[in-house]
């Protein structure tokens, strides 16, 4: 199908951009990546009157550290999370994800910002964002507001990003000496949706006690989903065998996965659970290695 007719804008400036998206209400839709909207367009899943690319506002693509908190801006490419130095140093995990995404083609164009605000539970980043205990920045017409990454996912393709905002900016706590992260998710064919992805951040202290635990599940929940009994189960404790497989064993539990052609409720939950074991222990070796 082709797309309906729609009126394209391209500001800018982020102000320019506000102020569009205010003129023209619910009619109008932020174009960044446009991975998502553009296929939904197509499809006639959505129909916006008005399209504004922001992709010409300086500023919204950096790579940095400030404070102790990595910043990265909501236009940054997949790519560019791929290759980034910073990024390599403190959170190997953004190598895991960003090579299981779809195809170079997709991931030199494709944001990180974009893939967070389209609110889809089966998008590998809200997973990797829930275990870093990332914050998301939000801005409109009356400025800035940071939001927690638990506070950000409402529901089906629904996030806390209202009329007249934008996604500028994903923030990361730099994390403690001793900590790993790693993201891996099962899919039938390279570029599908995961049947089910895991990430894991862990921080072990030198007494071999788990000191803090981010777990976040891909796909198997209406909404990007942290696994909570999970990392209870793992932090004030040594990683033992045996807490690794409780860990795994209230993801399965907890997660809440719907049958469809990637596989039965009790296929993903298997899945979930065995992907938790092996994500646990790789973010333990990054850690070990740190």
């Known amino acids: 199908m082709i797309a309906q007719s729609f009126q394209y804008e391209s500001p800018g ?12 209400g619910d009619e109008a839709k932020v174009l960044s990546g446009g991975h998502s909207l553009i296929p939904m367009m197509k499809l006639r899943f959505a129909s916006p009157g008005y399209l504004i690319d922001i992709n010409g506002i300086p500023g919204l693509s950096d790579i940095k550290e400030e404070n102790g908190v990595v910043r990265i801006g909501a236009l940054a490419r997949e790519a560019d999370l791929e290759h980034s130095a910073l990024l390599a140093q403190h959170f190997p995990i953004f190598k895991d994800v960003t090579k299981l995404i779809a195809d170079p083609q997709v991931r030199n164009m494709g944001t990180l910002g974009g893939n967070l605000a389209h609110g889809d539970a089966a998008n590998d980043h809200p997973a990797v964002m ?6 998301v920045v939000i801005t409109g017409a009356d400025g800035e507001r940071e939001v927690p990454i638990d506070e950000f996912f409402y529901g089906f393709y629904m996030t806390a990003i209202q009329q007249g905002e934008i996604l500028t ?58 696994a909570t009994r999970s990392e209870e189960a793992l932090v004030g404790k040594p990683l033992t065998e045996e807490n690794i497989l409780l860990a795994a064993q209230y993801a399965s539990e907890d997660c809440n996965p719907s049958a469809d ?14 992907l938790v074991k092996r994500m646990i222990k790789k973010a333990a070796e990054r850690a070990m290695a740190s």
């Open 130 to 135: 829930i275990a870093l205990g990332a914050s």
């Open 261 to 274: 052609l990637r596989g039965s409720e009790d296929y993903k939950r298997h899945v979930t659970g065995v």
């Open 169 to 226: 900016e994903i923030r990361l706590p730099v994390p403690a000496a001793g900590t790993g992260n790693a993201y891996h998710k099962l899919e039938r064919k390279v570029g599908d949706y995961a049947t089910s992805g895991v990430a894991v951040q862990l921080t072990i202290g030198s007494d071999g006690i788990v000191t803090a635990a981010g777990i976040g599940l891909t796909n198997v929940n209406p909404v990007p989903l942290r």
């Open 13 to 24: 400036t982020l102000a320019e951009a506000i102020a569009l998206l205010n003129q023209y």
